[in-house]
């Protein structure tokens, strides 16, 4: 947000540049598991719709972290207590509002975090399920066991 209000503030733009940079050379990912799920997803998006990466991955995340809330609650918990600071004593409250904070976050920015936002319905799922059949993703996630129905299932929360 910082950027966006302060365009001309080079330490915010170089510090916003080095995190970034930090976060896709996979320095920072060594050792830990790793879901890359949300940007298989976003790329079919991409490539089948024109929506830009980024968008992509701001309507896929939110959705990905409800449908996925019993197999990432120890993450999401400690994502909403660093990045939000929830820390609500009744875990799936918090887990709720960290979903949520995400999303307004996103939007706040002027970026939508729903598949309707760029016009496409629940018509185009089964298409972006083949998609990423026929590109191999079958098994996604940190623990491999997230499946292009599982992503079907993802994309009809983010409609």
């Known amino acids: ?9 080079y330490e915010v ?6 995190a970034a940079s930090l976060a896709l050379n996979g320095l920072i ?8 799920t949300t940007h298989h997803i976003g790329h079919e998006l991409t490539a089948m719709f024109g ?21 990432k609650s120890a993450k999401i918990l400690q994502f909403g207590a660093r990045v939000f600071g929830i820390s609500d004593a009744n875990e799936a409250e918090a ?14 920015l002027g970026v939508p975090t729903r598949l309707s936002a760029y016009g ?10 083949a998609k990423l059949k026929a590109n191999r993703r079958l098994r996604m996630g940190e623990r ?4 292009p129905d599982t992503a079907g299932k993802i994309l009809s929360l983010a409609l």
Not at 95 to 108: C, K, L, V
Not at 120 to 129: K, N, T
């Open 144 to 147: 491999l066991d997230v499946t």
């Open 51 to 71: 929506i830009d990466h980024a968008r992509t991955l701001a309507v896929v995340l939110p959705a990905l972290l409800e449908a996925r809330r019993s197999q």
């Open 1 to 9: 947000p910082r950027a966006l209000h302060e365009p001309t503030n």
């Open 29 to 36: 990912g060594q050792g830990v598991p790793q879901d890359w």
């Open 13 to 18: 733009k170089a510090n916003l540049m080095w």
């Open 95 to 108: 887990i709720d509002a960290t979903i949520a904070q995400t999303a307004a976050f996103f939007e706040s």
């Open 120 to 129: 496409i319905g629940e018509e185009a799922i089964p298409q972006i399920v």
